[in-house]
């Protein structure tokens, strides 16, 4: 019987062995693999392309704006509402324009209006693959329209970014974004960007951030 | 042009002398003129009118500041073309008059007409304000500084005195200034001139105040709303603003119609010379100046 059995249980053994094999595999791929592929296919929505690259933190303030009397309470419970919606939008239109460029297209698609997303993917804002740009330096300024439900608001964004290609010069970045809140959500109507090398101070290139690279696009 | 400039520009209108209030609302209007907007190639025409009530804009006043605004939204250029009041023009469903009556003819819609038949001028928006928006607007805004070109004491008529140079005029001043023409030798003609000046002074400060801060414009759209009825939507409005914002002052020419002064019976006009036809067609080629 003690050699039978064995004998007759070798079928589950083997399928549960098998079944352990393919998991541990499946799992191995699973957590290994997958940012690898991200990176050597140039996408960048990887957790490991934000861990490869840091970032710096977001300074941001969202504040009434358009007041020309004292905010009423009932206004500041809409804007408490408001804030983190506007904020983000902000930060999510930033991740896809500086870290990860590869969701650019649905960024703009669900929180710009056509226009300026087209506009904007014209202005060759941001960078044009991951991992390309450290931000130094991310703040913005929020102003939210304190009257008129909080409906409109109007950001301004300043964002440093070093590249880690040796002859490449830091990257700044100045924009205006003009938001709109409609059906429950809030779309870039229009923007302002401004960005290009910063120039060396003290060195040849002093006073040439207005000259090459610099890209500047103003749209609606 | 956005309306921010537009809030700023219509804000702006220059209401006149020597008629009673008839109202007590201080509202100015906003409007479309055709039921479509159809800007001809990116190009945007708003008739700004000041009308001459005390407070308030009934249909029953006259309209004493016109002036054709016009922004090219591709080449990020405009134009403000100033009529004179007292143009003796043909008045749609009226007849022969001054542009000033077009109001009490038929609303800013009719003076709107009137300014399309004599430009040849597809026209998007109006805009109409009285003394008390006026006013207040410029108040609320902190005044808008002036070049103002000539020292003049207009104490008895619009209460104008200023001295020359560049200045920041409070509410009723620029009130005061936009309605002086008895002192000024060119009289009706430099009045127009000055309101136009006063259209490009309020866009130099929206101008100077949203390249600080963006945001500014916000009170602009609320101060306008504060003291106007928009019969726009809210999401034209917003992006009007922000085109305003992106226009520069210096980008922006004003030139009032040539006329040569006449009268017609008892009463004295001016008469539009033949040489602004060819300022119309610029300006509607170019919708700048």
Known sequence: ?220 | MALGAFLALVCTLLPMIGHPARTNAAVPQFGRVHKTFQPENGKIFVLAIGNDARAGNPDSSLADAIHLIGINTKTMKAGVLNFPRDSYVNIPGWGSAKINEGLIAGGPQRVAETVENLTGIRIDYWVMTGFVGFQSIVKELDGVVMNIPTAHNDTGASGSVLRSGVQKLKGYEALAYARARKVFSGGDVARSTHQGDILLALLKKLHKQTSRSPAALLKWITVTKQHARFDISADEMFRLGILATQIKPKDVGHVTVPVSVGSVGAASVVFISPGARDIYQRFKENGSL
């Open chain 1, 1 to 220: 019987m003690s050699l039978v059995a064995p004998v007759q249980r070798r079928p589950w053994i083997a399928v549960a062995a098998g079944l352990t094999l393919l998991i541990a595999v499946v799992t191995t791929l699973v957590l290994v693999d997958l940012p690898g592929r991200h990176i050597l296919s140039g996408r960048d929505d990887a957790p490991a392309v934000q861990e490869a690259v840091p970032q710096a933190p977001w300074t941001i303030k969202a504040y009434p704006a358009g007041v020309t009397a004292k905010v009423t309470k009932a206004q500041e419970k809409v804007l408490a509402k408001r804030r983190p919606e506007v904020i983000a939008l902000v930060k999510r239109v930033y991740d896809s324009l500086f870290l990860h460029p590869g969701r650019l297209d649905g960024t703009l698609e669900e929180n710009f209006t056509q226009a300026a997303a087209t506009a904007l993917k014209r202005s060759g804002a941001g960078v044009a693959e991951a991992g390309a740009a450290a931000t130094t330096l991310r703040t913005a300024r929020i102003g939210l329209q304190a009257s008129g439900g909080a409906r409109l608001a109007i950001a301004s964004v300043t964002v440093r970014a070093a590249r880690p290609d040796a002859d490449a010069a830091p990257l700044r970045h100045k924009a205006t974004l003009w938001m709109q809140r409609a059906n429950g959500g809030w779309k870039v109507v229009a923007f302002d960007v401004d960005q290009g090398p910063i120039p060396e101070l003290g060195g040849q290139n002093a006073g040439e951030g207005k000259g090459d690279g610099k890209r500047k696009g103003k749209r609606k």
